[in-house]
């Protein structure tokens, strides 16, 4: 899922296209993840099934994103 991530900013950023969209950026996927850590194991696996989530949130938003800023009006 990162992969897709990266790629669509990518590609966006190719065709000139500004792609600074989504939920979850890298930072805030950092500082969730150290504090999944932190937490313990408990709450790790919460952490980690709220990361998938937000970060396929992220793609999708990133394709309309970019679906809309491509397509002429």
Known sequence: MVAAKVV???RAEGLGIDC???VMER???IG???LGLIAGYRFL???MILL????LVTVVQRIRHVQRA???R
């Open 8 to 10: 669509t900013r990518a």
């Open 20 to 22: 600074k969209v989504g």
């Open 27 to 29: 930072p805030e996927r």
């Open 32 to 34: 969730l993840l150290a």
């Open 45 to 47: 696996m919460a952490v």
């Open 52 to 55: 998938a989530v937000t970060t």
């Open 70 to 72: 491509a397509t002429p």
